[in-house]
Each structure stands twice: as C-alpha cells, then as structure tokens.
C-alpha cells in the first residue's frame, strides 16, 4: 500500500505563501494524491487532488514533482482561518487512509 | 444545501452500555463512510457502504461495532457493550459515488466512562 510521510508542524505569518511538503514515493502512476484539512473541532474537508501536473484551485495549489515521489500543498496567502491539520492522503479505491497531518500554525 | 449531519453532537455513557451513533448524508450521494478519530490521531477507516450494502468493513475493529444502513440513505453505527478505549470522535462522511470527494459531518465525541 502506498504511504505518505509529512512533517509534523509548520509555522506561518498570516498573508505570506505556505509550502507544505509530501512525500509519497510508493505511489504508481496512475494513483491520485488528495488533500484533505481539518479545522479545529471540526471533521475534515476537501482541498485539491491530483495526478500529474500542477493543479489550482480557489482554495490552494498543487505541484507534484516530475517523478511523482512528492507534492507539496501552496496556500498562496495564509490567513488565520488557514490554521488546520493537513492531510496528503495516499491513493485508495474508496475509502481514505488519514496519518497525522501536518498541523499548520498561522500566527497574525 | 445541507451537508452530512450527525447526532449526537455529544454522547457519554458508561462502559458495558449499547450506543447509537447517526449520520445524515447529503441527499442523493449513494457512498457514505464512517471512521473513528482518537485525540492527536488522523481519522481511521471503519466501514463504507455503496447503497444500502456494506462495500468494505474491514475497518471494524471487533464485532462489537456494527453499522447499518437500510434505505440507502440514513446510516447508523451500533456499539455494544462499549469500552473505555471506544471514546473517539466518529466522523461519517458521503459521495455522490464510490470515488471522488469525500464530504464529512462534524462528528459525534463519544465518551465512555
């Protein structure tokens, strides 16, 4: 089964760009990587997915390396209400496979 | 519209009791999934139905966990004789299909004391 690795936590200041890193090297190449986020006290929700190329939403951007062994999430300008656990959830049929996320702390 | 609602918000009950847990999804998505979050972890799998069968259970961790889902619609997840180590909060989710964007309820916190 294909596995993620994320840092623990990151830091930001609110209004400046986010990189939050992914690493999937397992993955195949036909295997979307999805990100989910979860507020505080609240159950996750859907960010962006991908495949290969980079993708954009209104909510973040996606960059998926060439070889595909990592993403990294761009939230383009933090804001307080960025403030979440980030999950890069490997592939899957249909069920989602949650590690422990990245815990984003924006601070003003 | 209306998104995945649950209820309770809130349950404690005492261990040994039989508890009911239940997940409204969005009206017309067939998938609907429930998974257990336990304090500092990410959420974990516990069953998925497409329609009204059980597609995939493999998540249930004893079977003292049971989940039904008789319409297709409205699910509801039983825990007999409940344990300590049952407290988490129980996050349902729904899709329009078996793939795709999952789009989750706020969760029931069980307490078990």
């Known amino acids: 089964d294909a596995k993620t690795t994320q840092p623990n936590s990151m830091e930001s200041n609110e209004e400046e760009p986010v990189h939050l890193p992914c690493n999937h090297s397992?993955?195949?190449?036909?295997?979307?990587i999805h990100w989910y986020r979860q507020l505080p006290s609240q159950g996750p929700e859907y960010v962006i997915h991908?495949?290969?190329s980079n993708v954009n939403n209104r909510m973040a951007s996606l960059a998926i390396a060439e070889d595909r062994k990592s993403s990294t999430l761009i939230l383009h300008r933090a804001t307080l209400r960025d403030a979440a656990v980030y999950y890069c959830?490997?592939?899957?049929?249909?069920?989602?496979?949650f590690g422990k996320g990245t815990m984003l702390l924006v601070s003003p | 519209g209306a998104g995945v609602s649950q209820t309770p918000s809130n349950k404690v009950t005492e261990k040994g009791k039989y508890v009911e847990l239940r997940c409204d999804p969005i009206?017309?998505?067939?998938?609907l999934y429930w998974y257990r979050q336990s304090l500092g972890q990410g959420p974990e799998f516990l069953i998925y139905?497409?329609?009204?069968?059980?597609?995939?259970d493999s998540g249930l961790p004893n079977d003292r966990f049971f989940a039904v889902r008789p319409e297709g619609s409205v699910s509801t997840l039983k825990i007999q004789r409940t344990e300590r180590g049952d407290s988490a909060v129980y996050l349902c989710?729904?899709?329009?299909?078996?793939?795709?964007?999952?789009?989750f309820g706020p969760g029931t916190r069980l307490t078990v004391l």
């Open positions: 989710a729904s899709s329009p299909a078996g793939r795709g964007e999952q789009f």
């Open positions: 139905f497409q329609g009204t069968g059980a597609a995939d």
């Open positions: 959830i490997p592939p899957g049929y249909s069920t989602l496979t």
């Open positions: 009206s017309g998505h067939t998938a």
């Open positions: 397992t993955i195949s190449g036909t295997d979307y």
């Open positions: 991908g495949l290969t």
